[in-house]
Nanobody
Framework: VQLVESGGRSVQTGDSLRLSCTAS?????????TAWFRQVLGGEREFVAF????????ELADSVKGRFTISRDNPKNTVFLQMNALKPEDTAVYYC????????????????????WGQGTQVTVSS
């Protein structure tokens, strides 16, 4: 499975962005549990958002609740992260991660839960 993120760029405080994560390779229409993480230079990779394999449940980090949403379009093998009301502290490289296993159920919020990662896309928010 290959994951490719897109949509990151430089924006101003209060702007919106939509990141996309498209999977290719060993995929199927049902999808895999997928999450977005972010990392600042020199920092730890931190959880941002999670979505179940079929999109029936999501989880968001407290720091982004009310501003970000995660969704998916399984026929297009794509997961989205809609980011509204962006703040300078949202500046980071955003990574998409998929948990490719036979067990599709459950919530997965840790870096170690994921075995496939994208290359990351830079989001920069200026004040």
């Amino acid at each position: 499975v290959q994951l490719v993120e897109s949509g990151g760029r430089s924006v101003q405080t209060g702007d919106s962005l939509r990141l996309s994560c498209t999977a290719s390779g060993r995929t199927f229409a049902g999808g895999y549990p997928t999450a977005w993480f972010r990392q600042v230079l020199g920092g730890e990779r931190e959880f941002v958002a999670f979505i179940t394999w079929n999109g029936d449940a999501t989880e968001l980090a407290d720091s982004v609740k009310g501003r970000f949403t995660i969704s998916r379009d399984n026929p297009k093998n794509t997961v989205f992260l809609q980011m509204n009301a962006l703040k300078p502290e949202d500046t980071a490289v955003y990574y998409c991660a998929a948990r490719v296993t036979q067990n599709l159920a459950g919530r997965y919020l840790r870096v170690d839960d994921y075995n496939y990662w994208g290359q990351g896309t830079q989001v920069t928010v200026s004040s």
